[in-house]
Nanobody, 122 residues
Framework: QAQLAESGGGSVQAGGTLRLSCELS????????MGWSRQAPGKEREGVAS??????VSYEESVKGRFAIRKEAKNIVYLQMNSLKPEDTAMYYC?????????????????WGQGTQVTVSS
């Protein structure tokens, strides 16, 4: 079992920056794939970025060059969001799993955080 705790959401103007943090609490020594997904009102949840236990990263096309995911220690992941746009407004969720493979797909994850709201105004 594992638990995830996110922080760092907020409201910014377009062009601004935010950094989201996620800490994974677990009693196992397994390596985890961790990622960030987001869901805007009226839209399906989509994967934004992921990072595997070996450091391999993936990004959704619209955030490439603006967002960066990195891992600090074993179980803390950050999402640095630069040049934010109004269309980035959404609830952002941290997620994790310990089985094989790491991508942007939503179905792979076993554990989810409660979410943190990001609002970007024009």
């Amino acid at each position: 079992q594992a638990q995830l705790a996110e922080s760092g959401g907020g409201s910014v103007q377009a062009g601004g920056t935010l950094r989201l943090s996620c800490e994974l609490s677990t009693h196992t020594s397994s390596g985890y794939c961790m990622g960030w997904s987001r869901q805007a009102p009226g839209k399906e949840r989509e994967g934004v970025a992921s990072i595997d236990h070996d450091g391999t990263v993936s990004y959704e096309e619209s955030v490439k060059g603006r967002f960066a995911i990195r891992k600090e220690a074993k179980n803390i992941v950050y999402l640095q969001m630069n040049s934010l746009k109004p269309e980035d407004t959404a609830m952002y969720y941290c997620a994790a799993h310990a089985h094989w493979g790491c991508s942007l797909g939503q179905d792979q994850y076993d554990y989810w955080g409660q979410g943190t709201q990001v609002t970007v105004s024009s």
